[in-house]
């Protein structure tokens, strides 16, 4: 067998690290883990992790650099249900947040989405306060 050039090898290649990372979470949290290690790390993942830490559903985050993407270790409460990224990240309105609630969450008083607004990433009870719509992420329960 002949050697393959060096233009053919496959690679991986990690198509969305949030919904890596909130994968990640979900599967730790289901198998009972006490902390789970994620990588790479990026600006809209520690947002994303400060948000739920914000609502108590994770403890501290650490953030490791390891000179190259990056690593968090997240400490889990035992409290998510679940986690995920809407992909693609739909424009919401201010008015349309409440169709993405009764679609996304089990209940109306549980559970968060999070959104990108030009005000930074929040979850949608305080775009609501802030009065700003923007693009869905993620949501958690």
């Known amino acids: 067998a002949e050697p393959r ?13 949030l919904n890596n990372c909130l994968k990640n979470i979900t599967h730790a949290e289901k198998t009972g883990k006490r902390q789970v290690l994620i990588r790479p790390s990026s600006k809209v993942i520690v947002k994303f992790l400060q ?18 993407s990056g690593k ?6 035992g409290r998510i ?6 992909s693609p990240r739909f424009d919401v309105k201010l008015t349309a947040i409440e169709k993405w609630i009764v679609n996304l969450l089990p209940s109306r008083n ?3 989405i999070v959104l990108t607004t030009s005000l930074g990433i929040m979850d949608h009870e305080e775009a609501r306060r802030k009065h700003t ?3 869905i992420l993620g949501y958690f329960y």
């Open 72 to 77: 968090i270790i997240v400490e889990l409460l």
């Open 5 to 17: 050039p060096h233009c053919c090898e496959l690679s991986m290649v990690l198509i969305s690290v």
């Open 51 to 68: 948000v739920m830490q914000k609502h108590k559903y994770i403890g501290e985050f650490e953030i490791v650099d390891d000179r190259r």
């Open 81 to 86: 249900n679940k986690c995920g990224v809407i």
């Open 110 to 112: 549980f559970g968060f």
């Open 133 to 135: 719509g923007g693009k």
